[in-house]
């Protein structure tokens, strides 16, 4: 069974960093292109950053960019999130997606709370 799992969430105060990763098994993870979601409490689920199969194209919301970094290891079948100089604003759910087509896999997601 296609499996993402999701790791290295937490309580981080603003202005702190945290480093996502998402491990992909049981498919082939270098043909995906790998997305990271969010969600806050009764807000949509929204796209944070996109990276292409072969990781040379990235992609990130307007909230984020020149904060978050996503990145992977096709080697590890992992892809990553760094965040920088986090915010209240950015406490959600963070969701690992693999896509490919038509064909997607979720992970279960993390859970980061920016908060003092």
């Known amino acids: 069974q296609v499996q993402l799992v999701e790791s290295g969430g937490g309580l981080v105060q603003p202005g702190g960093s945290l480093r996502l990763s998402c491990a992909a098994s049981?498919?082939?993870?270098?043909?995906?292109?790998m997305n990271w979601y969010r969600q806050a409490p009764e807000k949509e689920r929204e796209l944070v950053a996109t990276?292409?199969?072969?990781?040379?194209?990235?992609n990130y919301a307007d909230s984020v960019k020149g904060r978050f970094t996503i990145s992977r290891d096709n080697a590890k079948n992992t892809v990553y999130l760094q965040m920088n100089s986090l915010k209240p604003e950015d406490t959600a759910v963070y969701y690992c997606n693999a896509r490919r087509g038509i064909t997607e896999r979720w992970g279960q997601g993390t859970q980061v709370t920016v908060s003092s």
């Open positions: 990276i292409s199969s072969n990781g040379r194209t990235t």
């Open positions: 049981r498919f082939t993870f270098s043909t995906y292109a």
